[in-house]
């Protein structure tokens, strides 16, 4: 079951009830991270796995701001030595001698929580979208459907928990989204498909009752003045439910980190995509009661601030390709200002039941209200935005 933000009554009631305690542009919730880190098993499926969204236009594949691996080799006292390279990492050493075999050694462990890349993605990833409030940068997100954008719910609802003791929506007529933005090398800050108003946005209900492991929230974008929806100009991903997540899995999340040092200009103040790219070692921030409902997994080391919350967060499976299994919910800060980690929540049967139940108050809402412009009914099978 969801509710619904939008500008009518039912947004303008629950402004009147109550409205966002924010001193700053940046969502609330982000750091409201309990416990320290651990070691556990893999996350449990409680169905079977499961694909929603995506138009088949965008193939999922972070992996395109990573550097390829690349091999130079040379003779050197008739040993064949070949080292192998991903960007300016070394990745691995291979010795030969003259009918032996290879022996390869790596520069460090292959302990699962290790950074593979991070930086800032080039390209960017145009499905990915950055949200404002009030035309500064406020959090993340990901088109999952031509006008729809998966991402945290604390970017669109505050609960008590995450919304300084008062329950509030976002006022949508204040949040815009752009997909894809970048800042070029000479700081200028680039918007190829230009800017979206937010039309609607959901949540599920039970994060509205304080469970706080069902942050997961589906924004609606209107159209812009040429009749386009964002996912008609980007393409969009897919999402996946109850997929098996096993320790030492390829995991890179994405997002627009706004505060911190990221604030600062020499950061593009808050305005670059970023990426972490890592492999998961098993660890977890299970424990709070608050999101107990969830199996909270670690994205470490990652560097990402508030502002980054709801980018998507991606798996690579078997073959090569890549799909969202999560969004950026939670981190923690180092000293610097920097992220130390980050933390998203298993997307399980919760998660797809939000899923099924928003998309379905979706239709419903525009069917009713294209019946009431033209007084006649509509075929909810009618093209639409998903």
Same mark, same amino acid.
């Given at each position: ?8 009554? /039912? ?15 940046q969502?609330?919730?982000?750091y ?5 880190p651990?070691?556990?098993?893999a996350?449990?499926?409680d169905?079977?796995?499961?694909t ?6 965008v193939?999922?594949? #972070?992996g395109? %701001?990573?550097?390829k691996l690349?091999?130079s080799?040379?003779t ?5 030595? @070949? *080292? ?8 691995? +050493? @291979?010795a ?7 022996? @390869?050694?790596?520069?460090?462990s292959?302990?699962?929580s +290790? *950074?593979?890349?991070?930086?800032? +993605? ?10 404002y409030?009030d ?10 459907? *031509?006008?729809?954008v ?10 008590? +928990?995450?919304g ?10 204040r ?7 970048f800042?070029?090398s %000479? ?12 039309r ?8 509205m ?9 589906? %924004? ?5 003045r040429?009749g386009?929806?964002p996912?008609?100009?980007?393409? /969009? ?5 109850n ?8 995991l890179f999340?994405?997002?627009? #980190? ?13 305005n ?6 890592? /492999?998961?070692?098993g660890r ?13 997994l ?23 390709e ?11 800060r *180092?000293?610097?200002?920097?992220g130390a980690?980050?933390v998203?929540?298993?997307m399980?049967s ?9 998309f379905?108050?979706?239709r ?11 007084n ?9 935005w998903?």
């Open positions: 079951m969801v509710r619904r933000a939008a500008s009518a009554l /039912v947004l303008a009631l629950l402004l009147l009830a109550a409205s966002p305690p924010l001193a700053s542009a969502a609330p919730g982000f409201n991270l309990g416990g320290t651990q070691p556990g098993v996350p449990t499926p169905g079977s796995q499961s929603v969204g995506g138009d088949g236009s193939a999922p594949a #972070p395109a %701001a990573r550097p690349r091999r080799c040379h050197k006292n008739r040993i064949r030595i @070949c *080292r192998y390279t991903r960007g300016t990492r070394l990745v691995k +050493t @291979c030969k001698a003259k009918g032996r075999r290879w022996h @390869c050694r790596r520069p460090f292959a302990r699962a +290790t *950074r593979i890349l991070s930086g800032y +993605t080039n390209p960017p990833l145009e499905p990915v979208v950055q949200m409030r035309g500064r940068p406020f959090c993340s997100g990901a088109l999952v459907a *031509r006008a729809v998966l991402t945290a719910a604390h970017c669109l609802y505050g609960n008590r +928990t995450d300084g003791g008062a329950r509030w929506y976002q006022d949508n007529s949040l815009t989204m752009t997909p894809g933005s800042v070029d %000479a700081g200028q800050h680039h918007k190829p498909y230009g800017t979206f108003k937010v609607s946005s959901w949540v599920p209900q039970g994060w009752e304080e469970d706080g492991g069902q942050d997961w929230g589906l %924004a609606v974008i209107a159209r812009n040429r386009r929806y996912g008609d100009l980007t393409g /969009v991903y897919s999402v996946y439910a997929v098996r997540v096993p320790v030492h899995a390829h999340n994405a997002g627009y #980190p706004a505060d911190g040092p990221f604030a600062d200009w020499r950061y593009y103040g808050g670059a995509q970023y990426f972490c790219d890592t /492999v998961w070692d977890n921030a299970n424990g709070p009661a608050y999101y107990a409902s969830s199996f909270a670690l994205t470490d080391p990652c560097e990402m601030t508030a502002g980054s919350s709801g980018g998507p967060v991606f798996i690579e499976f078997t073959g090569g890549w799909g969202i299994i999560g969004v950026n919910n939670r981190g923690a *180092r000293v610097d200002g920097f980690y980050g998203f929540f298993y399980d919760d998660f797809l039941t939000f899923w099924e139940s928003a379905a108050a979706m419903g809402a525009r069917v009713s209200a294209h019946a009431a412009r033209t006649v009914a509509v075929s909810s099978r009618s093209r639409s998903w």
